[in-house]
């Protein structure tokens, strides 16, 4: 009996426990469990990353197991003794109610079930099916989980590495931001220490002032104490005189001392010595060299009462307008348009305004000089500020204007870069290409606007 006991044991070591006959060029994983080469590889078809051991679960990375031949020649030789039954081990799983086989799958109540149970009151009714149908059924059920789960492990993986590249480029653009604070900084300083050796000289002149000052009135005041003295001395030998005497000198004396003036004091009041930062000073000399746009004026939009220089820089205005025939421009203003223009991106040029007039700047729609009666306003595609240069030295020699297109924000800015100051912001919606608008309102016989060129 205990032979027949080991021999049967022995049978069942000797069998797979997925198909649960004799093993067919056996395998073992990691684990030590052995399986038929077949049943493993089709236990693991459609996985990738995950392969667990079918009896303990323990992973085995790469599909890693090896052939057990010796195993193989075992198995041939126990072939050789017949099996006490036909009936396949399934170590046998068996009911704890009825004790037989399990053989059964309840869909409703997701129970094993075995003969007996399937034809009792509480399963009558309920769709049973065979355990490797139901198994089956699982494993397709799983595989879809199985799919989701790695798509969303993907997705997630996407978005972290979204968020890594995020974190990674607004570290860059806070390392590019203290890159170019830098610059700024050093220069600021050294314009600090420029205005700190200025107004250290000014103090030191007006300390050299207030010393002259001082010792002229440290002179005046001696020689008025000198005068007193001598006044006092008189005085003290009229009091020693007898009557006539004294009577006789008293009007030279209170003539002296009535008629003596006060002594000449010099004013010493300090003046206050402030620092005076240029308004906007770094940020425009950042803007203007790295978006300054070298424009040219296109003669062919000009206004009969414009000169175009012929390098196309220059536009002088007449006030006496030649035969305008048949000419066609594109408005009825005294305007000229650039040749360049601009559908994207940031831009900045620079004018220079002599003379007194009233002028305006700005841009305008390509499509705007197609109707020669528009009037240059913002519903008709004209973005423009207008100002007017007075009659005074600033007017002789230049008013230098600076224009800063950000075309998607929708922004054009205008400043005064003689002072340095900031002057008007005009904002729209901008979807066709725009060119630069020049255009004089009324003038003086000597006005001009200049495009200036940075080297």
């Known amino acids: 009996m205990a032979l027949e006991a080991s021999l049967t044991e022995l049978q069942a070591e000797a069998?797979?426990?997925?198909?649960?006959?004799?093993?067919?060029?056996?395998?073992?994983?990691?684990?030590?469990?052995?399986?038929?080469?077949?049943?493993?590889q089709q236990r693991w078809e459609d996985l990738e990353d995950i392969f667990p051991c079918p009896?303990?679960?323990?992973?085995?990375?790469?599909r890693n197991f090896r052939r057990n031949h010796q195993l193989h020649l075992i198995i041939d030789i126990i072939k050789l003794v017949p099996r006490r039954t036909e009936r396949k081990r399934q170590e046998e799983r068996l009911c704890e109610t009825h004790n037989e086989v399990l053989d059964q799958f309840c869909e409703e109540d997701a129970e094993l079930l075995c003969p007996q149970c399937r034809v009792s009151s509480d399963h009558q009714d309920h769709h049973l099916i065979s355990i490797?149908?139901?198994?089956?059924?699982?494993?397709?059920?799983?595989?879809?989980?199985?799919?989701?789960?790695?798509r969303q492990i993907e997705e997630n993986i996407v978005a972290c590495r979204n968020e890594v590249s995020k974190f990674i480029e607004e570290s860059r653009k806070m390392e590019n931001c203290r890159m170019e604070l830098h610059p700024e900084f050093e220069e600021f300083k050294l314009f600090l220490r420029k205005e700190k050796a200025e107004i250290n000289v000014r103090l030191m002149q007006e300390e050299k002032e207030l010393e002259n000052k001082l010792a002229k009135n440290k002179s005046h005041i001696s020689n008025h104490m000198d005068t007193l003295k001598n006044l006092l001395s008189e005085v003290i030998v009229l009091c020693s005189l007898d009557d006539l005497d004294l009577l006789s000198r008293r009007e030279n004396i209170h003539r002296n001392y009535e008629d003596l003036p006060s002594p000449t004091v010099i004013s010493r009041e300090l003046k206050k010595e402030s620092l005076t930062l240029p308004p906007h000073y770094f940020g425009l000399q950042k803007m203007i060299s790295t978006f300054h746009a070298d424009l040219t004026l296109d003669p062919a939009t000009a206004h009969p009462s414009l000169i175009i220089s012929k390098n196309k820089k220059i536009i002088i205005f007449r006030t006496s307008l030649p035969d305008l025939g048949n000419s066609q421009t594109f408005t009825p203003y005294a305007a000229v348009l650039g040749s360049e223009g601009f559908d994207g991106g940031r831009h900045f040029w620079q004018v220079e305004v002599k003379g007194r007039g009233e002028w305006s700047l700005g841009v305008c729609e390509?499509?705007?000089?197609?109707?020669?009666?528009?009037?240059?306003?913002?519903?008709?595609?004209?973005?423009?500020?207008?100002?007017?240069?007075?009659?005074?030295?600033?007017?002789?020699?230049?008013?230098?204007?600076?224009?800063?297109?950000?075309?998607?924000?929708?922004?054009?800015?205008?400043?005064?870069?003689?002072?340095?100051?900031?002057?008007?912001k005009l904002t729209g919606i901008f979807t066709e290409k725009l060119m630069p608008y020049f255009a004089v309102r009324a003038s003086s016989k000597h006005f001009s606007i200049s495009l200036v060129t940075i080297s």
Not at 24 to 39: A, E, I, K
Not at 374 to 382: K, L
Request: proline share 4%; charged share 25%.
């Open 15 to 40: 069998s797979c426990p997925l198909c649960q006959d004799y093993l067919r060029d056996p395998v073992t994983l990691g684990c030590g469990h052995n399986f038929c080469d077949s049943c493993i």
């Open 55 to 62: 009896v303990c679960l323990h992973h085995c990375p790469d």
């Open 132 to 150: 490797e149908r139901a198994a089956e059924n699982q494993r397709k059920k799983l595989k879809i989980c199985r799919e989701l789960l790695k």
């Open 366 to 424: 390509e499509s705007y000089h197609k109707n020669t009666l528009m009037s240059p306003t913002r519903e008709n595609g004209c973005w423009s500020f207008e100002q007017s240069t007075r009659a005074t030295k600033q007017a002789v020699r230049g008013v230098q204007i600076g224009v800063f297109l950000d075309y998607e924000m929708g922004e054009i800015s205008i400043y005064n870069l003689s002072r340095r100051s900031y002057l008007h």
